[in-house]
């Protein structure tokens, strides 16, 4: 069985670009996570959709925004890209809801801003 | 900003020995969760422990939680090169959403 996929592996900006990041989950899992992590630090949880709704969102301006489609799979888009967008963006699916739900990660997108 | 703080930041050990990594966080939490990261790839999960847990065991590693004193111990035994890696905690909010919260990470280094 095919795990978190996640796509571009890389990716490489320029301030004020906007970019689109894509993440399909393990199939059957309808809640996917969207995680950023900056170089040295632990994870931050930036959205949480389930069913196609936004069940939770991090402390992250509005130029982030996801959505999820019928399928399930997901996209996160970033509006003006700032050098501090830098980081491996990290996709997560899980069964459903519920904190005892396992979370399985993708390998992650590594967004470089220039 | 970060719940759950791992100690040390770094461990350097030498293969067949123990490792034992701490977390600690701040607010009551549903559950604490043990990931791995190779080379600041995707995470992968190690173990869960839910908050009425003391303590669980998966192969080599064992966890342990104490909610009094909001604090978990990840203890890896036999330790092997292909151990080497970053080591998250990761808690689940009471009351909260059910968004993880990670710690900083602990990077372990196994020498062979």
């Known amino acids: 069985d095919a795990g978190v996929t996640q796509s571009p592996t890389h990716l490489i900006k320029t301030r004020g670009q906007h970019v689109t990041l894509r993440c399909s989950p393990i199939s059957g899992h309808k809640s996917v996570s969207w995680y950023q992590q900056v170089l040295g630090q632990g994870p931050q949880f930036i959205f949480q959709?389930?069913?196609?709704?936004?069940?939770g969102r991090g402390n992250f301006p509005d130029r982030f925004s996801a959505r999820q489609f019928p399928n399930y799979s997901s996209e996160l888009n970033v509006n003006a890209l700032l050098l501090g967008d830098s980081a491996l963006y990290l996709c997560?699916?899980?069964?459903?809801?519920?904190?005892?739900?396992?979370?399985?990660f993708g390998p992650g997108t590594r967004l470089t801003v220039l | 900003s970060q719940q759950g703080e791992e100690d040390p930041q770094a461990l350097s050990i030498q293969e067949g020995e123990n490792a034992t990594m701490n977390c600690s966080y701040k607010t009551s939490i549903n559950n604490l969760q043990w990931y791995r990261q190779n080379s600041g790839r995707g995470l992968v999960h190690l173990i869960l422990?839910?908050?009425?847990?003391r303590e669980k065991h998966s192969g080599r590693l064992r966890v342990t939680l104490d909610t009094s004193k909001k604090s978990s111990s990840l203890l890896i035994t036999a330790s092997r090169a292909a151990d080497t890696a970053s080591y998250f905690c990761a808690t689940d909010l009471q009351g909260g959403s059910e968004k993880l919260v990670f710690g900083k990470g602990t990077k372990l280094t196994v020498n062979p």
């Open positions: 959709y389930y069913e196609k709704e936004e069940r």
């Open positions: 422990i839910r908050s009425n847990e």
């Open positions: 997560a699916s899980s069964l459903a809801l519920g904190s005892l739900n396992e979370q399985f």
